[in-house]
DNA sequence: TTTTAAATATGAAACGTTTCATTTATTTGT
DNA sequence: ACAAATAAATGAAACGTTTCATATTTAAAA
């Protein structure tokens, strides 16, 4: 008796009276005489046949999975990149594998591995520990915004040195004069260093002091800035500085938090700019509300998606892939009337930054 | 020349001049003679040799994946679900496939047959539309919130309808006496419909009437809002409700919002209380502020893989498991220097809730 | 018709594991 | 030192596909 058995390609033959490569063939959707395919998708109905995906593989080496690493998909951010991410990939017929890093080193090393076992057939590297030697070879990867020493992986990311170069060059048009730019100092270098770079090539292209915060880790983040702030008043009271370019929309909130509970009027006293553009995408209201530098969420997820698919088909593709990122007005600077200019950096400052 | 090939079990077993079994025997850590884990492992480690995992799936039927189905990531709460999802799964040994469905209905029964083509050992199903009879037999899957009717899949939720009831009288406790429950009226059935049957259940007890708002669809949530608060003044512009209990936090945001824009004051005239405790999650401050009837969204996450797992096992599994949500202040409710009280529905109340 | 060419269908082999009935080596008891 | 008992290692078979060299059918040409 075998009633409680899946029914497996040789069932289906029996049952339509066609050979095993037959069935393979209507399956597959290769050709195949109309007679015969009638009864074979006659026969994979009435048996309820799914193909065994296991045995497929073994002879494909294919597994139509494509595991993406993120730190955290509770970040907004991460979270929109991510879904956009297996939007295209199940568009192109693939799924996605989650890797939610949250820091654990062995945790990103292990589904970096995930494609030489054969469980994906290639990986989206959004990591947040060191992990450039545990890159394995041969196998299909994309990194986003993280550079891999040693390791010809295909970056792609935001032109994030033309987005701190353009950010401060709007801060600037529309009145600031005393910029300070705030981040985090990351541990590994990381393709979003270069705002920083952008905003000091613009300084010094603006004639402008190029001041710069380096906050200190949470929970003191609050701590840190209100003591450069409290640093950077004059004898009035009134601050030295009248713009701050946030390396992200989250720190630039903290920036707005402290400032208006010091009593600063944003962006009367104070312009803010942020980075990432977490509002524009925001499900809800509630979400951060600030003037930012966009980056392109989507297009970025699908970049990734395309060039690795395109990678693993062996097709040749950019070692770097830059983006643009644009202005949004969110509330903390101030209103202007003129179009976001396209500006750029000089040829010689670009070179620079590109190392050409 | 065999240089550009995989190495294989067989390759192993020639090198360390074992056999094919000990070789499976040392992977599995199958205890085997010291001397050959040794020569097997120096085998492996000098050929770089990895599993297929295809090959091991084809004999073994386990993929050691489990794919989650959620409407979209991008929501917070659906994203700290997945994220603990995702943990769990990882300490157990298993891997995530993640289904944005985003509310296309083919693209949610596609992944909930993902176990029936051997691509994932089971299910988690947190789906947007009615899939009902898509429910394939036989495999292992758990819902989460959603009620499957005719199907006996385990069902895994908060339990909402003592959060409406406690959320009531947590609000009568602080001094409301002329709530307003608001929401949407869902299209589907579902575990969170039970939250306006607390709230219900709590104006009988409490000789409160229990006036309902249903909102219409986005983008006229706000319109349709600030439509009932305005048919809910007296002469003198002072408001007939003092209380506003949301079905989401993110309702309650915006009645927060409309309330603010109209000029009454929160708590004072009128107090909000919300239901999901996404602040309380939430990543930063940005996210919404507001006192809120808190789910467990770890615990539940939790309890779904372990339910899973269980019933994967072959287990008996419960079909129905509620957790507790508790509440939060958030800034939106009056302050109460009393604990909160571990309110309960009355027994006659509860059995009609369940059905007993 | 018969011959030849083109189109289809066939089924054995292979993919890389795990499993299990056997065989071989080791230990124990006398 | 020998038999019996126990432990370890072996390798063929099987998992469910795809593929490809071969066989069969069908259609076209003579």
Redesign the interface.
Known sequence: MKSTHTPTMKDVAARAGVSLGTVSKVINHIPVGEKNREKVNLAIKELGY??????R??KT?E?K?IALIVP?????FY??F??YV??KL?EKGY??????A?GIPE?EIGYL??A????ADGIIALTYTDVSSFIPAQIPIVSFDRYFENHPVPLVASDNFQGGFQGTKKLWELGCRRPVFIRFRSKFSSETDKRLEGYVAACKELNLPSDCLDLTDPPDIDASLKAYLEDHKDSRGKLTLDGIFANTD?QA??AM?ILNQMGYRIPEDVQILGFDGIRK?G???????VSSMCQPVEDLAYLCVEILLKKKEGGVVPSLSLLPVTYEYGGTTRQSNTPMQAYGASNEQQCKHLGI
Do not use: F
């Not at 799914?50 to 045995?55: E, L």
């Not at 955290?72 to 907004?76: E, G, I, L």
């Open positions: 799914k193909v065994n995906t296991y045995a593989g073994l080496q597994t999975m955290d998909t509770t970040n907004p979270a929109r991510t879904q297996e939007k199940y799924k996605l594998i989650l890797c939610c949250n945790k591995n995930l030489s076992q054969n469980k989250h909130y903290h938090k995408y499900i809800d209201d509630s979400a951060l509300y």
